[in-house]
């Protein structure tokens, strides 16, 4: 049965050009001239600008990963390096003044503790992410905790 629609689909789109010729010029479809606009060169917009402030950003939902206030382009972040533990492992933290990674980095999926940091935590953008100044895409209607709390006790 699916075959058969199938190739009835085919013929019909087989048949689509003499059909529209068949017809006279005043009913045949209008396509556009020129090149497509799939093909046009269109300029790229600028790339936003990161927020490198070393600001520490209020987290919107209590297991929300910490943002990155800096920069880390070019930071080498592969199987053999992590430049983030440069500064935010456990023994580095403290002389390079930087927060240190969370405990929950140190256990495997099973919650038990490791000396190191744990291969399904090693790489650190798949959850943490540094800021841009980019316009959002679409609009936003998100609302934190807070703000959900505020309104309900305001509505009582």
Known sequence: MKIRILL??????????????????????????????????????????????????????????????HAIRDYQLDLNVNKCLTCH???????????????????????????AVSPRRYFCTQCHVPQTDARPITGNMFKDIDTVLRGKEGGK
């Open 89 to 115: 492992d456990r023994k580095n933290s403290e002389g390079a003044q930087a927060p240190m990674i969370s405990i929950t980095h140190f256990q495997d999926r099973d919650g038990q503790a490791l000396g």
């Open 8 to 69: 009835a689909a085919f013929a019909l789109v087989a048949a689509l050009p003499v059909l529209v010729a068949g017809a006279g010029a005043a009913d045949a479809p209008k396509l556009p001239s020129g090149p497509h606009p799939m093909v046009q060169d269109v300029p790229a917009d600028p790339m936003p600008r990161e927020i490198v402030d070393d600001v520490k950003r209020t987290r919107n939902y209590a297991d929300q990963p910490p943002l990155i206030p």
